[in-house]
């Protein structure tokens, strides 16, 4: 979302819940604690989820750091966010790692939600780049719980959606002291310069979103076909997984590994044996007419065959059709 594109409340909402069905974070009309700062990010979180109608309440982790404004911030969240306010002693090395763990250390018996967005995708995903090398981005869902259902919303719609909504909205003064703060105000204004769309590149990469082949690999249940392109298709049969040519069409004259096929018929395809394959007007399956020539097992998911639609017309060097001609040139 550009800086100034006006929010349109109601469309937002719509992602919000899209993500969090995708992600199961939160059983429909399901209680939820949402972790609440005062700012733009968790109070947006707060009005969304409750408008989806979810059974909404607000926690604030009150850790005092910053004297006067903290109880502001507090007294923000308990007036009008109805928060349940914690008074959290610092811990003897308040860094960032340390106060988010001393958070999330509450409410462990409920579900929790946080307002983290892509924003802060982004920004954790270049901090690991350069502190650790690795993109590990935010989770969705935490081991322990924890969900973020405004990963898919930008900080500056979260703040647009407030103004829309005439929700007030408080702003921490020590943000720009962080190491967020320095990605945020100082590093994501210069890769901007650098592409405009690196925000959008880095989400990406924080994302990490499975290949279809990925899929395809990780399950072993039923079957699946994934043309790889390049005149390739990834098969899975249950727990077998094997590369096979993706069909062509026989127009004229198809080579296929050794074999060199031809027919002047029209609409016919050479592919892949497929487990259950038939010849056509015949109840004869296929890997019979393999297994009857003696053909090695290792052999048969690269043999040609050629079909019109579903139907085996012809096995090359097997099942001859008289308007079809193969000839394996290795021979």
Not at 5 to 33: F, K, S
Not at 195 to 210: I, K, S, T, V
Not at 251 to 266: M, N
């Amino acid at each position: 979302m550009a800086v100034g594109e006006p929010v349109h409340p109601d469309r937002l909402r719509e992602r919000v819940e899209a993500h969090i069905r995708e992600h199961e974070l939160i059983p429909p009309g399901g209680e939820v604690v949402a972790l609440v700062s005062g700012g733009a990010d968790s109070t947006c979180l707060h009005h969304v989820l409750g408008a989806l109608g979810y059974r909404v309440s607000a926690l604030h982790v009150n850790h005092g750091l910053r004297g006067e404004e903290s109880e502001q911030d507090a007294r923000f969240c308990r007036e009008q966010l109805g928060a349940e306010v914690v008074e959290a002693p610092v811990p003897e090395l308040p860094t960032e790692d340390a106060l988010r763990k001393l958070r999330y250390s509450f409410a462990a018996d409920r579900l929790r939600a946080t307002g983290h967005t892509a924003s802060d995708q982004v920004e954790t995903v270049l901090y690991r780049l350069v502190s650790s090398g690795g993109a590990k981005g935010i989770k969705p869902k935490r081991e322990d719980g924890v969900v973020r259902p405004l990963l898919t919303l930008w900080r500056d719609e979260t703040e647009a959606y407030c103004r829309a909504e005439g929700i007030a909205f408080r702003s921490d003064s020590s943000n720009a002291a962080t190491a967020r703060g320095l990605i945020r105000d100082e590093i994501l204004p210069l890769l901007r310069r650098l592409h405009p769309g690196a925000e959008q590149n880095l989400l990406r990469l924080a994302e990490q979103r499975p290949t279809k082949l990925d899929e395809l690999l990780a399950s072993s249940a039923g079957s699946r076909r994934l043309d790889l392109g390049q005149g390739l298709t990834a098969v899975r049969e249950y727990d077998r997984v094997w590369l096979e040519q993706t069909p062509v069409a026989l127009d004229g004259s198809v080579r296929w590994g050794p074999w060199r096929i031809e027919s002047s018929l029209a609409g016919l395809k050479v592919r892949s044996w497929r487990p259950g394959d038939r010849l056509a007007g015949r109840r004869k399956k296929i890997q019979d007419v393999f297994v009857d020539a003696k053909i090695p097992r290792s052999e048969r998911e690269a043999w040609p065959l050629v079909v019109r639609g579903s139907e085996v017309v012809a096995v090359p060097g097997l099942i001859e059709h008289p308007a079809v001609s193969a000839t394996r040139e290795d021979l």
